[in-house]
């Protein structure tokens, strides 16, 4: 089974810096969001909010709705901080975070750039007036930071290297400065168990990025597994973000039961969320568990007939792949997979997304069935398209290779029998 795994060196480094600004600051957002709600002479220093259960239950509602792709009442809420806090860069940031979930579930996607860089950088606005006149405001530093890292990270997606090397050098400045009053774990374990697990498995991974890494402390990959569980179970407001990225991590770290338990309770919690239902179906499929796999791809790919917001071609390119191989290989329906396989083909090229692991896979299939059924010409081209989009190191592109060699042999034994 081919999961979606090709990424360019440089893009993956780029990213990873801004994912480490990324994580170490946006998720003591709900902290201080919720100090600065409750008013006050120093809003910086929250007492007590925590346990307040009006503010969770306020508060969360909104957040809920985001995470379940309800934009349209989350941002009703957060346009309100607009009205109350005109000067504070709270409602101006949460907006940008809305249009940042938007993006997700499919990152090539650029219709909400622009207006989600210009929340963010009225958020840089706001918090620099207050910063310019209270340099200890480790708030207004804070979302500076904050501000900052998501630009990046959108720049760092767009390739627009020179942007994003000058996003991530202000988030990391600005996030030193925001450092301090970290007294209200759970929620802010979460930075720490980020960074732990990432810098040690990008080290583990990526022989390129070592010498970047040393700039850094150390990591302890397992000892970051334990803070985000932590987090994951204890805390309130950054519960569900260490979940988002718990799914992700157990998945690279071939803990594949964890990974399906995770995304199947997110996806019972938030069924609207694409990005968590494509992770269920993802998770069940690596398990081979493909009765439930091919469960959430036919919803996948109903939800995008049915033009459901935030299901798309990515998503399509995961369930159409997972309804190929189970018509395939489990219920031995080899027109119903050609199908498949060619709307999995389909949506791939809709998003530009020819070197993802389904998109091959699904040609490679195609190109062995074509053979087996003695129409060579088809086979040929299928296995020139593998060859032509993978990885010369691949294990793809080496049986597509292969499976081309075959081919010309064969060929030149029906020649000499004729």
């Not at 480094?13 to 709600?37: G, P």
């Not at 990225?245 to 990974?259: C, E, G, P, R």
């Not at 798309?312 to 290989?329: E, K, P, T, V």
């Not at 389904?358 to 059924?373: D, F, I, R, T, V």
């Amino acid at each position: 089974m081919l999961l979606n795994l090709n990424r360019g060196s440089c893009l993956f480094m780029i990213k990873s810096v801004f994912s480490f600004v990324l994580l170490l600051s946006v998720f003591s957002l709900n902290a201080q969001l919720f100090s600065f709600l409750t008013g006050g002479d120093k809003p910086e220093v929250p007492r007590d909010l925590l346990l307040d259960r009006a503010i969770q239950i306020e508060t969360t509602a909104a957040i809920n709705n985001m995470y379940n792709f309800n934009f349209q009442a989350a941002e009703r809420e957060f346009k309100w901080l607009l009205v109350k806090y005109p000067d504070h860069p709270i409602g101006y940031f949460m907006l940008g975070l809305c249009d940042w979930w938007k993006i997700v579930p499919d990152t090539k996607v650029r219709q909400y750039d622009s207006r989600m860089e210009k929340y963010m950088d009225e958020t840089i606005d706001k918090a620099e007036e207050i910063y310019d006149n209270d340099k200890s405001n480790k708030e207004a530093a804070f979302f500076m930071s904050a501000a900052y890292a998501f630009k990046g990270r959108l720049h760092a997606e767009r390739e627009q290297w020179t942007k994003a090397a000058w996003d991530g050098k202000q988030a990391m400045k600005y996030l030193d400065k925001s450092r301090g009053d970290e007294h209200m774990n759970p929620e802010l374990l979460i930075g720490d168990g980020l960074y732990n697990f990432y810098s040690k498995w990008i080290h583990e991974n990526y022989k390129s990025l070592r010498p970047l890494l040393t700039f850094f402390k150390k990591g302890d990959k397992k000892l970051g597994v334990v803070q985000l569980e932590n987090v994951s179970n204890n805390a309130f407001y950054t519960r569900m973000e260490a979940r988002y990225f718990l799914v992700q991590i157990y998945s690279m770290d071939n803990q594949l039961v964890k990974a399906l338990t995770m995304s199947r309770m997110m996806h019972n919690m938030y069924p609207d969320n694409p990005f968590f239902h494509r992770y269920a179906a993802r998770s069940a499929f690596a398990l081979g568990r493909l009765e439930e796999a091919s469960k959430y791809a036919m919803e996948l790919l109903d939800n995008i007939s049915a033009n459901k917001y935030g299901y798309g071609n990515n998503d399509g390119r995961y369930g159409a792949y997972i309804l190929a191989y189970y018509n395939q290989n489990y219920k031995r329906n080899f027109e119903t997979a050609k199908f498949y396989y060619v709307k999995c083909i389909e949506f791939a090229k809709n998003n530009d997304s020819e070197d993802s692991g389904y998109y091959l896979g699904s040609e490679l299939a195609l190109g062995k069935m074509a053979e087996e059924e003695k129409d060579y010409l088809t086979a040929a081209q299928k296995y020139k398209l593998v060859l032509e989009n993978a990885e010369k190191k691949s294990s793809v592109y080496k049986e597509a290779k292969d499976r081309i060699l075959v081919l010309k042999q064969t060929l030149k034994d029906i020649k000499k029998k004729k």
